[in-house]
């Protein structure tokens, strides 16, 4: 995070504030989604996503921001390797606050993979509401592995 400085996180932060006012809805673009795509698309993008997700939740009056931009994520098309998400995914269960484990389990459950059915594979969470959610998750992606694996 060296090149990031703290005037584009302040920046960054104070424009997701603004968009974040919206609800997010399943099936309608949000506001976010394109100011999102034009930061992943800049040099520090993947940095920023990073920052937004897991260090903004430290903050009560923004944390709600870190699950609308974990949750957002998966509806970008170039949205970091599988390396970055599976890193993202496993920093953001680690979290205290079950709202953002909950975003980390959908955005894993949307993008999906091996690696990723491994971080949850590995996650004991300890929400009963959550957990259900996880072992649905990766019966799911489990499915899909196998099914991929007799395709080919």
């Known amino acids: ?3 990031i ?8 932060r104070a424009r997701l504030l603004e968009l974040f006012w919206q609800p997010l809805k399943r099936g309608e673009t949000h506001p976010a989604e394109k100011f999102l795509a034009r930061v992943i698309a800049g040099r520090d993008g993947l940095e920023l996503m990073r920052w937004g997700v897991l ?4 903050s009560e009056d923004v944390r709600v921001m870190a699950v609308y931009i ?14 970055w998400r599976v890193a993202l995914v496993a920093q ?3 979290s ?12 894993a459950a949307q993008w999906g993979g091996s690696a990723l059915l491994d971080v949850l594979m590995s996650h004991a969470e300890t929400d009963w509401v959550l957990e259900d ?7 799911a992606m489990a499915r899909d592995s196998m099914e991929r694996a007799l395709r080919e």
């Open 1 to 3: 995070m060296k090149a």
């Open 5 to 12: 400085t703290r005037t584009k996180l302040c920046k960054f």
């Open 55 to 58: 260090t903004t939740w430290y």
């Open 70 to 83: 974990l949750r957002l994520l998966p509806r970008l098309k170039e949205c970091g390797d599988e390396a």
């Open 92 to 94: 953001a269960l680690k």
């Open 96 to 107: 205290e606050d079950p709202s953002l484990r909950g975003a980390a389990l959908f955005s």
């Open 133 to 139: 959610y996880q072992y649905k998750i990766i019966g």
